[in-house]
């Protein structure tokens, strides 16, 4: 259901004022709208978000299942390729057009993870940057990259903690996404925080940051799916779940209330 929002003020004379209303859409995943928006229908660029999110779903899914030690695997350098190309620069130029169709939301949250992706493969590059060599690995300070490494990781974990709360009013798949997510930080950075003597990372905790990137990477495909497909393309639509509170919720707590009192 479209929704009116003012979107034109006009000032007269006295203390009058007058609004040109236009129909706003109810929060939506696979366009990265926490809150109403405008509709789409004169929109000139196509729908960004589905690509953002399918460059971070995908690049998030590889390292988690690392993260997991999926098969043995505990070293991320395949990653660098996605967090460079895919996860960082697709997903980076992606924020950018969301700058573009005017989704303050999209662009912050897919330039900013972004740009995570690019950092994070500057970091794994294997002999590039030499960033984990210039640690020093003495006795007593054999975990100056962990420690490190955990502030960094907690930064964006306070970081996906702010978008977290602009998805409150969204829906159930949106607000599970960057929920996830930032357990998914959580545990990443104090898993490295937590690292022993030898300067080996606390397996348990990483493995539940694993176990949590895994869960956000299919909630952003689900996210993007939902803004890929339609009636004209998909034998299915993907569900939406609003939240009760939300204003979707709420008008179909009033549409409910309004059928019950006039049987």
Not at 151 to 175: M, N, P, Y
Request: with cysteine; hydrophobic share 50%; glycine share 10%.
């Amino acid at each position: 259901m479209n929704y009116p929002i003012p979107v034109i003020r006009l000032p007269f004379p006295g203390q009058r004022t007058a609004y040109i209303w236009m129909a706003a859409l109810a929060p939506f995943g696979g366009e990265f709208q926490p809150g109403l928006y405008r509709p789409t229908t004169e929109r000139k660029f196509a729908n960004p978000a589905p690509l953002g999110l399918s460059a971070f779903a995908l690049t998030t899914f590889v390292l988690s299942l690392i993260n997991i030690q999926n098969r043995g695997v505990v070293q991320p350098n395949i990653v660098v390729s996605l967090a460079f190309g895919y996860g960082g620069l697709v997903q980076l130029l992606a924020g950018m057009w969301e700058m573009a169709v005017g989704n303050t939301f999209g662009a912050t949250a897919l330039s900013s993870y972004g740009g995570f992706w690019i950092s994070i493969g500057i970091v794994l590059t294997p002999g590039g940057f030499d960033i984990v060599a210039a640690y020093t690995t003495t006795t007593s300070h054999v975990n100056d990259f962990n420690n490190a490494f955990g502030f960094f990781l907690a930064g964006w974990f306070i970081f996906t903690t702010i978008l977290l709360l602009c998805t409150l009013r969204s829906t159930v798949a949106f607000f599970m996404l960057f929920f996830t997510l930032d357990l998914a930080f959580l545990f990443l950075s104090v898993g490295h925080l937590k690292a022993d003597a030898k300067g080996n990372t606390n397996v348990s905790l990483i493995k539940a940051g694993g176990y949590f990137g895994l869960f956000a990477a299919f909630l952003a495909w689900y996210n993007a799916l939902a803004g890929i497909a339609d009636d004209s393309n998909s034998f299915f639509v993907i569900p939406v779940a609003h939240f009760p509170w939300s204003v979707k919720g709420r008008e179909r707590r009033a549409v409910g209330k309004t059928e019950r009192e006039t049987v």
